[in-house]
Each structure stands twice: as structure tokens, then as C-alpha cells.
């Protein structure tokens, strides 16, 4: 038996219009369970698109947000998104984000996909057609532009809002880097990393000069 659908997605595609600084696209998630729920974004561009919430908790049947996706980008019939969905108990809603998520049991969550147009809607065929065998990866929302106020029920912690900066930082010196997801002790390991080999590189070129 399909298990009942935890939010409601309208429209059901994010159809973009084209702005003087690129490609803009809204919807609206509505809670459609009386206990919490939460939601995830993936996509198959991940530094193409600039979103907002990735990570959000809906605490009430009937509780919305508005979800944002922005792109300098062109949008094409390969873009699309993956939404993922779980119920959550009241402590797994507190405070979600994306090292939280990390913990859910992956066999809670549900998944729908999301497909991009410009101007109108996607017919069946062009869904179909589409179809690729390109991953799905966490969409990074640190390094957004636009503003957002979130539900009164989740807030930003103030190391949350350091990691985020953090991110921003290096995702601007290494794009193609996304670092959005890390926990802390993944970011420690990285910068141990880049740290070791920023010593190294210039002793192994000294020594073979």
C-alpha cells in the first residue's frame, strides 16, 4: 500500500521566469499531517541553483513555506529536483538541518521528483523524456543572495550561522567545492587537510628543485 503524502507541492514543478539577473522560481509546501514533518532538496546541479529553506520542519497540519529557487543560469529539460520527505518526532524537528537530517533512518524518508520549466508547464512526454541517470546532490543554501525569513518554529543557531559563513568563504574561492553539508568534524578534517598539503607542497618543491 503507497504510504499517504506528508506535504502538499504547489504548483508541482518549479516554473521559472527569467529576471534582468537570470531565472526565478517559488513554490509552496503545506503540511498535510497533524505531526511534525520534514523536507530535504537535492538536485542534479547543485552549483547552479541557489535555494531557500533546503532543510525546513513543519510543525502543524496546515503550515506553509515558501520555497525560492534562483539561477544565473539558462534552466534546461535536464534540471530537475528531488524533494525528500519524513515524518518527524517533536526533538528530530527541533532545530533541523542538514547534519540532523544525516542521522534520519533512511528508510523513513520519502522521495518525489521536481522538474524545471520556463514560462510553462511540463507536459508528460517531456517529463519522460528527461529522465537521466545524473545524481542527485544536496543543494547548498549558505551561499543564497536572496533574503528569507523561516517558520516560527526553526531557528539558526549561532554555529550554524558560523558554518555558514565559513562556507560562503570557500565556496566563493572554490565553486566547484560545496562544503554546506559537512558536519563539524567533517570541516575540521578538510581544513587539516588543506593545511597539511599547503606545508607540504612547497617543502616537496623546495626538495626536488
Not at 528527461?130 to 539558526?156: C, G, L
Request: charged share 20%; aromatic share 10%.
Amino acid at each position: 500500500m503507497a504510504s499517504l503524502p506528508l506535504i502538499r507541492i504547489s504548483p508541482s514543478e518549479f516554473q521559472f521566469t527569467q529576471t534582468s539577473s537570470g531565472y526565478t522560481s517559488r513554490l509552496r509546501l503545506t503540511s498535510l499531517q497533524s505531526q511534525a514533518v520534514g523536507f530535504k532538496f537535492k538536485t542534479n546541479a547543485p552549483h547552479k541553483f541557489l535555494v531557500k529553506p533546503v532543510v525546513c520542519s513543519l510543525t502543524q497540519k496546515g503550515m506553509s513555506v515558501d520555497v525560492v529557487v534562483k539561477s544565473s543560469s539558462p534552466i534546461t529539460d535536464v534540471d530537475r529536483f528531488l524533494i525528500q520527505t519524513v515524518a518527524l518526532a517533536a526533538d528530530e524537528a527541533d532545530n533541523l538541518d542538514s547534519t540532523k537530517w544525516r542521522t534520519l533512518d533512511p528508510s523513513r524518508i520519502m522521495e518525489d521528483l521536481i522538474y524545471c520549466t520556463v514560462g510553462r508547464r511540463r507536459s508528460a512526454s517531456q517529463s519522460s523524456a528527461s529522465q537521466s541517470d545524473t545524481p542527485m546532490v544536496a543543494v547548498a543554501n549558505v551561499y543564497s543572495t536572496f533574503p528569507y525569513t523561516p517558520p516560527h518554529s526553526v531557528s539558526e543557531k549561532p554555529d550554524a550561522r558560523l558554518a555558514s559563513s565559513l562556507a560562503r568563504r570557500i565556496y566563493a574561492t572554490m565553486p566547484g567545492l560545496d562544503i554546506s553539508d559537512f558536519s563539524w568534524s567533517e570541516f575540521a578534517l578538510f581544513a587539516a587537510t588543506c593545511f597539511a598539503l599547503g606545508f607540504l607542497l612547497p617543502l616537496i618543491r623546495y626538495l626536488l628543485s
